[in-house]
């Protein structure tokens, strides 16, 4: 069996935030019409489609109905939360290097804002559950919000991090949303200040530390290099990927809080890519918090472990200009959040260099993660342009 | 405590049968005596895993303070933290009785039991103080 080299051909991404009165699967279904346009294709030519969703539990296999999908020769739905975009992409590419299909659309969506609703709303009411969750949440621990704060709380106890420390990461963030026309928060800068007298959610958690919530939906559309080279957009390849998913974490004393699937999964990405680390020009971490940032770019090594806090809030290290480049478009704290698909949808912007304003000058290679569950979950891919 | 009914189910059954005795159910591996989260599936072998009460005693390694924002527009704060059981296995709860702006890592801690609809549920309260 020869081996075909994956590559991203076409992406799509519908209106984001706010956008009241369409379901997820409608979503999807324009996301994926939008990745088939931009790559120069058209939904005939998608023989394989895999998807997903957020909270709202309304996309399904039902997707290939709904976008009039025949004869597919792959077709599944899959659930890694936030690690579950890069996942997809990852098995896409293995289709494809094995001949099992040729094009095949990655398409995740959620529609969990709902007008005149709190967005708090959107994500506490469902996380309320029977069973061991349902005494968890009675417990007072109902949200994400709460369960990542516990891990902070022990990086920040463990090696002397401070919500300062957080605070740049956001305000960081942010800068890099002030050069993005799609995100939320374009045009809405946002000071250390600001940060720091934002209201609490769960403390150490200010509300800035926390990503926002968006409707909308993300595809792409993952075919061979070669066909990729002859179609409308430049190809932008998939070197390597990796999942680290380490269990039972929270249940026993354990790395909880202190080191996140990143560790075990970047160096194979890049091994398998052939990438050292300092070869990466762009990162695109999953940020639903400030400290998931801050806890993935130490664990890939891009600053030391437990000196995160300091290195990052270092004067010319990150932000537009800053020598990390990281989360380019704003992220999930600035732009918008679609889960893994946010830092996937940057990271084949940059890595095409349609980036404008935003647009980093070297974008060979392009990493990209997503953290799923509480730090239970992780993807890793290595993205790069056409050499 | 949020006051959120709890509904049981086949999983949690048993510990919360435990807790309406106002005992902390963990899982006992018989066949190496190593003491297990409640959490653990012990259908998976039920002749090898038994449950047993744990001391109910614990230390703090993690904690957060909730913001809830009432109706009338103030703010109440409410301590959850992680809590390491004397027997080994950690606990996410809610902490009572302990103040929100101190350094609660290394707090021991004791369980206590409140009503969450027809269940009873596990929370946890300060003993003393002292440096981990």
């Known amino acids: 069996m020869s081996f075909r080299e994956p590559a991203i051909a076409g992406l799509g991404i519908t209106a984001q935030g706010k956008v009241y009165g369409r379901t997820a699967p409608q979503f999807a279904a324009e996301a994926v019409r939008l990745a088939v346009h931009d790559a120069g294709l058209n939904l005939t030519d998608v023989d394989g489609l895999l998807m997903s969703g957020g909270v709202t539990g309304s996309m399904g296999i039902h997707l290939q109905g709904d976008l009039g999908l025949t004869d597919l020769k792959l077709l599944t739905y899959m659930q890694g939360y936030g690690s579950t975009a890069a996942q997809m992409i ?298 | 405590m949020l006051g959120i009914p709890v509904r049981r189910d086949a999983a949690t059954a048993a510990f919360l049968d435990g807790t309406a005795r106002d005992q902390f159910l963990l899982v006992r591996d018989t066949q190496t005596g190593t003491l297990l989260a409640p959490q653990f599936d012990t259908t998976i072998d039920p002749d090898r895993y038994e449950h047993v009460p744990a001391a109910g005693t614990g230390t703090v390694v993690s904690w957060s303070v909730v913001h809830r924002r009432q109706a009338d527009g103030t703010t109440s704060r409410h301590p959850v933290g992680i809590v390491e059981l004397d027997e080994g296995p950690w606990w996410w709860t809610a902490l009572d009785g302990v103040d929100p702006d101190a350094d609660l890592l290394g707090l021991r801690v004791q369980v206590a039991f409140a009503e969450a609809g027809d269940e009873t549920i596990p929370y946890f309260t300060a003993i003393e103080r002292t440096a981990l």
């Open chain 1, 90 to 387: 990852q098995y896409a590419s293995m289709a494809v290097q094995s001949g099992m299909a040729d094009t095949i659309a990655v398409v995740w969506a959620d529609d969990p804002l709902k007008d005149k609703t709190r967005v708090s709303e959107s994500y506490a009411a469902r996380s309320v559950a029977t069973g061991w969750r349902g005494i968890t949440a009675a417990s007072g621990i109902s949200s994400a919000n709460t369960m990542y704060a516990l891990a902070a709380r022990r990086h920040m106890k463990k090696y002397g991090t401070t919500q300062d420390h957080f605070g740049h990461i956001a305000v960081a963030q942010r800068e890099w949303a002030q050069l993005n026309p799609i995100a939320q928060f374009y045009g809405t800068p946002l000071t250390l200040e600001e940060y720091h007298a934002s209201r609490y959610i769960a403390e150490p958690f200010h509300l800035y530390d926390c990503c926002l919530v968006s409707n909308g939906g993300v595809a792409v559309v993952v075919t061979s290099l070669d066909r990729a080279r002859a179609l409308r957009q430049p190809p932008v390849r998939v070197l390597g990927w990796a999942q680290a998913h380490p269990g039972n974490a929270g249940l026993r004393n354990d790395d909880f809080g202190l080191v996140s699937g990143a560790a075990s999964a970047g160096p194979r990405a890049l091994k398998m890519a052939g990438v050292t680390l300092d070869e990466i020009d762009v990162v695109e971490v999953y940020d639903c918090y400030t400290f998931t940032a801050l806890l993935t770019l130490e664990d890939y090594g891009f600053v030391p472990k437990g000196e995160g806090g300091p290195a990052l809030s270092e004067p010319g290290m990150l932000g537009p200009g800053g020598k990390l480049k990281v989360n380019t478009g704003g992220g999930e704290l600035s732009a918008f959040y679609m889960w893994g698909m946010t830092p996937v949808h940057e990271g084949v912007v940059q890595a095409r260099g349609q980036g404008g304003d935003r647009q980093v000058e070297r974008h060979d290679r392009v990493l990209v993660s997503g953290n799923g569950g509480v730090l239970d979950y992780h993807s890793t891919l290595i993205l790069g342009t056409d050499d």
